[in-house]
């Protein structure tokens, strides 16, 4: 596991990846409500048939980048291109653009057939065509035969099925999905992200997916993109944002994590809690502050002679698939995640190799 | 809750003694003869055969005419007002139905004489045209007086009822329908009109049957000659004295009000299947 030194660097490596056209340009996009500022340039390539994932707290900008996608929201600064063409100035319903509301917004003076069908009969499309675009919009959506039906009386999740259809029976180039799963509850928010993903397949399209569940962001996509306080954190694939996160916020905020500060020695070394370690990380200075993350899952218990961190073990909580540990040493509390139990109050090692140490430059050093 | 139930009573019997029983008492009056002693009765239907006459006919037709007429004024002056006030922020919004609300403070009665000040042949707008050398021009006791006075007085109604179903209608319908390439008028006319009809129906219903029963508004700026159904109701029963006519008149005129407002309600419905 190497890593990815700046978000230069890690735009570079998915764009030599991917090998396919940029689609949207987010060129230092800005943004202020009154006089906060909600977006403080965001720069994002989007590409033709990625699943993007703006992901991020409540407030982070997600929605609002979302928004000025849309033409809903009008940047306060900076462009938006698409195919190389800004189109901050082009009012929402001429861009090839569509988008699956939070809550729907099924219009409920329609039946499923005719909400699905409102942006053809607005092109003027012959009703033959219209009839058999809905069909089999809803044959993919998994509604066949509820055309007729009351939208306002569907389940949540037929409902967030029939806003899908309304949506890609146009054929846009770029599908935004605000939170359309936040509404579910969690089986069908389950089955939802895998039908999702499949539908992405089928119609090959640029999907720009909104959430704060990092679960979902981490199953679904081909590219995620961790915001915080209107900033990037990182961008990249699911595993680099998990196994290599850039900062304490993305450690902390994608999974569960011990984030301990230390010195990097040299290359491939690194000392924290009063001992040097074996890493596999470089490129920092040579006795650089640093800051050392541990995913509790990768964490060992072991007898206390086996290794270098001691402590005790405070509190055991069962969580169905493995335990998850608190462990007291010296210096602060581990959490660890392992199906092995350990009595509380006894003494153990805390064991982990080289390539479970993850070293990221500390909040506000670049 | 169940408790709380036997707490309706004294409104039921309240309102069994001032609609019910009058309700009961115009029926029986409108199919009795004049001059009934206390408990004895003649039935007869000479009084709807009465009200054919080409002389009454012609008084219903006119006010219907002139409440079709005003509410459609109030319609396509109100909706437009109602649709911008609910595009406002919310603490402005609610400034601006004060201000529509403001003239129905005051009486309706002095609100009417002020009227006739300023239309009369010597008013103040005639007087002001004076000034500016044009002739007088007589509005007061025709059509456009009367006309004034009702919508002047109902607009309101019409209004509010309209900005209410548009202010709690969800923005994320327009953004929908823009999203999935409606333009402003299509957005309008394909989402915001349709699904603000129930108030329109309601602001239809709050300024027809006023203006359709109104009778002060049509004798003070329309004139003793201005003959309105209610105007026709209103002297059979104070100044002729013939109850039994004039009740059968209100029933007449409430039995075409509901057929009227059972056919709005049918189109609506259509309108909706249709769409």
């Known amino acids: ?366 | 809750m169940k408790h709380f139930r036997h707490l309706i009573k004294p409104y039921l019997i309240w309102s069994i003694l001032i609609i019910v029983i009058p309700l009961l008492l115009i029926g029986l009056y409108a199919f009795t003869e004049e001059g009934n002693a206390v408990l004895t009765f003649t039935f007869t239907l000479e009084n709807f055969r009465k009200f054919a006459e080409s002389t009454y006919l012609n008084v219903i037709i006119k006010s219907f005419r002139l409440g079709i007429l005003a509410t459609v004024i109030c319609l396509i002056a109100g909706y437009p007002l109602a649709y911008i006030i609910s595009k406002q922020a919310e603490d402005i919004q609610s400034f601006l139905i004060l201000l529509v609300t403001v003239p129905s403070w005051i009486n309706m009665l002095l609100r009417t004489y002020a009227w006739m000040n300023l239309l009369s042949d010597n008013g103040i707008i005639n007087n002001l045209l004076g000034l500016l050398g044009i002739d007088p021009i007589t509005m007061m006791y025709t059509d456009f007086s009367v006309m004034l006075g009702l919508v002047c007085n109902l607009m309101p109604f019409m209004i509010i009822s309209i900005h209410t179903s548009l202010s709690k209608m969800d923005h994320s319908y327009i953004e929908a329908a823009n999203d999935l390439g409606a333009n402003p008028v299509q957005t309008f006319w394909k989402v915001t009109w349709v699904l603000s009809l129930p108030g329109v129906l309601n602001g239809v219903m709050l300024v027809f049957l006023p203006a359709i029963s109104s009778f002060v508004i049509p004798k003070l700026l329309g004139g003793g000659q201005y003959m309105l159904i209610g105007n026709l109701i209103e002297s059979q029963f104070i100044s002729v004295g013939n109850w039994n006519f004039g009740s059968a008149i209100s029933l007449i005129l409430a039995a075409a009000i509901l057929i009227l407002m059972r056919l709005v309600k049918r189109i609506d419905v259509m309108g909706r299947q249709e769409e």
């Open chain 1, 1 to 366: 596991m190497i890593l990815l030194f700046t978000k230069k660097h890690t735009q570079f490596f998915i764009r030599r990846e991917m090998e396919l056209n940029k689609l949207i340009e987010l060129k230092d996009l800005t943004k202020n409500f009154d006089d906060q500022q909600v977006l403080k340039g965001i720069n994002l390539d989007i590409y033709e048939n990625e699943f993007l994932t703006l992901l991020g707290p409540s407030g982070c900008g997600k929605t609002t980048t979302l928004r000025i996608i849309a033409g809903f929201e009008d940047p306060s600064g900076g462009q938006v291109l698409f195919n190389g063409i800004e189109i901050s100035k082009i009012p929402p319903y001429r861009r090839e653009v569509n988008t699956v509301f939070q809550k729907y917004a099924l219009f409920p003076h329609l039946n499923v057939a005719e909400n699905i069908a409102f942006g053809l009969k607005l092109k003027k499309m012959e009703p033959i065509i219209i009839k058999s675009k809905v069909e089999r919009m809803l044959k993919m959506v998994g509604l066949e035969g509820f055309e007729k039906r009351d939208v306002t009386l569907l389940s949540g999740g037929q409902q967030q099925r029939v806003a899908i259809a309304r949506a890609l029976v146009n054929e846009p180039k770029v599908l935004l999905l605000d939170e359309p799963l936040g509404a579910l509850d969690a089986r069908i928010r389950k089955q939802m992200q895998f039908e999702l993903k499949k539908i992405q397949r089928e119609v090959g399209i640029t999907f720009i997916y909104v959430t704060h569940d990092q679960e979902e962001a981490l199953s679904m996509s081909d590219t995620v993109v961790v915001m915080n306080n209107g900033e990037i954190q990182q961008i990249g694939k699911p595993t680099d944002i998990y196994n290599e996160p850039e900062n304490r916020f993305v450690a902390s905020f994608i999974g569960e994590s011990n984030i301990i500060e230390g010195i990097m020695i040299k290359d491939y070394l690194v000392e924290f809690d009063g001992f040097q370690f074996p890493c596999v990380d470089k490129g920092f200075e040579d006795n650089e502050k640093i800051e050392v993350v541990l995913r509790p899952e990768d964490l060992d218990i072991v007898e206390p002679e086996e290794a270098k961190i001691q402590g005790i073990v405070r509190n055991i909580t069962f969580k169905g698939v493995h335990y998850e540990i608190l462990i007291e040493t010296q210096f602060r509390t581990y959490k660890i995640q392992t199906t092995d139990y350990a009595e509380v109050g006894r003494k153990v090692g805390l064991k982990f190799g080289p390539e479970d140490i993850h070293v990221m430059y500390p909040m506000g050093a670049y």
